[in-house]
């Protein structure tokens, strides 16, 4: 956002406003597409495939409006820019830069967004102890890597495109090819999950279900009363039946007679039976959303991402006569601090606070969470 933002009210001569207004738009379109392509890679395409789509070429189409000159305004020199002279985008121009933008936000947010982390999450058995532990400490060294490589394009990237704006888009284009080429190359080792068919069609079928069967006394979970159906090769373990505070959805789970099953263990009508995995998935989903809200307000001041650049265009930035800090840079201080927090927590708090806790991972995730958030809120 900061090198696009830069890009844009330098190249195309356009207004802060302008600029915050498409990146608000965009982010909306962003945002939505997320939860679309969610939905398809769970449902019918799977993750891999998700990934792999419009990977390269929203950055590409960016790339050459930094290449080609006809697909940008005349470029404006700082005393049009003072008289309010320069020449804005026609079009044509605007009309190839928002395509490209789409498809930016179909293929990070729609694509890689949604789908990266729980890919890589499969690879990794959470039925045993070690398997839970890796996928721990894969998310700490995710975020670790993340933050160094915008590390890297804040400070030596952004620095290369206050020479040329064509390599500074040509290097992060030319990475994502070959991030696209080893994704390929270990095709063969993935563990590749099977689309099962709308999360959203079961959630409703499990309300749906249970309110058919409202009148059903609800028994204990031991009685053995609830449907089980055979584990599927793709599910790597099911969900035990809880007693949580979404009791009443249990009911959905209870076997009326057994005309309701087959001999092979298939329920014979999914319109009148849910199994208890189906239950549990929306109790836990049910139980996050009130995480999930409480996780808007800490993005709201993620929101002003051009408001510190606008500012940044303005500051004096030189260190010495020759050296001016690229504006993306300013960013650079808070990925420094993440990158470095991060492998000190895996590697020296975890182990600390297992030792006083006795818990896997020290503190579990939630109170990671609210921690996080209780800082933010203080700071």
């Known amino acids: 956002m900061a090198i696009f933002t830069v890009y844009l009210l330098n190249e195309y001569n356009v207004s802060q406003a302008y600029v915050a207004a498409k990146f608000g738009a965009w982010n909306g379109v962003a945002d939505f597409l997320t939860v679309i392509f969610a939905f398809l890679a769970d449902a019918y395409i799977g993750k891999f495939v998700t990934i792999v789509l419009g990977f390269l070429l929203g950055m590409l189409m960016v790339t050459l409006t930094a290449i080609v000159p006809q697909l940008r305004p005349p470029h404006c020199t700082n005393e049009e820019r003072i008289h309010g002279q320069c020449i804005g985008p026609n079009r044509n121009q605007l009309a190839f830069l928002h395509v490209a933008m789409f498809w930016l936000a179909v293929g990070g947010a729609g694509g890689i967004r949604p789908c990266s982390i729980p890919f ?67 095709m063969r080792i993935y563990v590749l999950v099977i689309a099962e068919g709308s999360l959203f069609s079961s959630i409703v079928q499990v309300f749906v279900v249970a309110y058919k069967k409202r009148r059903h006394q609800l028994q204990s979970v031991g009685d053995g009363i609830f449907y089980v159906p055979p584990l599927k090769k793709t599910l790597g373990s099911k969900l035990p039946l809880t007693s949580s505070q979404f009791r009443f959805l249990n009911k959905a789970a209870i076997i009326d007679n057994n005309d309701e099953i087959k001999q092979d263990g298939i329920c014979m009508n999914p319109r009148r039976l849910c199994s208890i995995q189906q239950v549990e998935e929306v109790n836990w989903l049910m139980i996050i959303v009130p995480i999930w809200a409480s996780a808007i307000i800490s993005f709201l001041p993620m929101q002003i991402g051009t408001f510190v650049v606008g500012q940044a265009m303005r500051m004096d930035r030189h260190l010495g006569p020759k050296f001016e800090i690229p504006i993306p840079s300013i960013f650079v201080i808070s990925l420094i601090i993440m990158a470095t927090f991060l492998p000190i927590y895996d590697r020296c708090l975890v182990p600390t606070l297992e030792n006083f806790t006795k818990q896997e991972g020290g503190i579990i995730l939630l109170q990671r969470i609210g921690l996080g958030k209780e800082i933010s809120a203080r700071f």
């Open 120 to 186: 890589a999450v499969d690879q990794f058995d959470s039925r045993t102890d070690k398997g839970r532990k890796e996928i721990n400490s894969f998310f700490n060294w995710y975020y670790t890597t993340f933050t160094l490589v915008l590390l890297i394009t804040s400070t030596i990237v952004a620095y290369v495109q206050t020479v040329s704006w064509a390599w500074g888009f040509t290097i992060p284009t030319v990475c994502l090819f070959c991030g696209l080429v080893l994704l390929f190359a270990g």
